[in-house]
């Protein structure tokens, strides 16, 4: 059958549990937002597809608890991923460190250059901030990354930034594809993306 799309990128949503990532999948899906919804339990993925400089791009992303116990599998879970949303809460300080334990994942078991994007969510609550916007973006500057501070009730500036990696993503990937059109001697078994110029947006 002749496939309904022109490019397939696995995209991987990670961070602590109760950090706002299914929220934020949601949103990306079109769905409403809920104050009550209950925290994932399991490792599991949505598909959305969308149109990008004339071409269908099918988004395969995946949501993990974020719990230790699942960290056992995240070299499966990492396997072909073109990019990785990170996320923690700016109001839960555990949450950002505990973003130095996932980039070690990421680093150990995600394909080399992978797109990052540094997340910083719940920037709405800023009476219980725990975390600067100056601290998100000198961790993001440490491993050369993006970074955006986004809530779910106001997330534009982490849309944009989103779908921002996604057509870089793209360009490396036609770019990789258009090279080995011309030289054979590339391969095209996986070709790799770079890390996108880094981006700092306000949430609100």
């Known amino acids: 059958m002749e496939k309904s799309y022109?490019?397939?990128?696995?995209?991987?949503?990670?961070?602590?549990?109760?950090?706002?990532k299914l929220d934020l999948l949601m949103l990306l899906l079109?769905?409403?937002?809920?104050?009550?919804l209950m925290t994932r339990i399991g490792i599991d993925f949505k598909v959305k597809t969308v149109d990008i400089d004339e071409k269908k791009i099918k988004l395969q992303i995946w949501d993990t608890a974020g719990q230790e116990r699942f960290k056992n599998v995240t070299t499966s879970y990492f396997k072909g991923a073109h990019g990785v949303v990170l996320v923690y809460d700016v109001t839960d300080k555990k949450?950002?460190?505990?973003?130095?334990?996932w980039m070690?994942?990421?680093?150990?078991?995600?394909?080399e250059n992978i797109h990052i994007i540094l997340v910083g969510n719940k920037c709405d609550m800023e009476d219980a901030r725990q975390v600067s916007p100056e601290e998100g973006q000198e961790?993001?500057?440490k491993y050369n990354i993006n970074f955006v501070e986004t809530s779910t009730k106001d997330f534009?500036?982490?849309e944009d930034t989103f779908f921002h990696m996604v057509k870089e993503i793209k360009a490396i990937i036609e770019n990789t594809y258009h090279a080995?059109?011309?030289?054979?001697?590339?391969s095209l078994s996986n070709p790799k993306g770079?890390?996108?110029?880094?981006t700092t947006k306000s949430c609100c």
């Open 30 to 36: 079109g769905e409403d937002f809920n104050d009550n």
């Open 156 to 158: 534009s500036s982490f």
């Open 180 to 186: 080995a059109s011309s030289n054979p001697s590339i």
């Open 139 to 141: 961790l993001a500057d």
């Open 95 to 101: 949450s950002f460190e505990n973003i130095y334990t």
């Open 194 to 198: 770079t890390k996108a110029a880094k």
């Open 104 to 111: 070690t994942e990421i680093e150990n078991k995600a394909p």
């Open 6 to 20: 022109d490019h397939l990128f696995k995209i991987l949503f990670i961070g602590d549990s109760g950090v706002g």
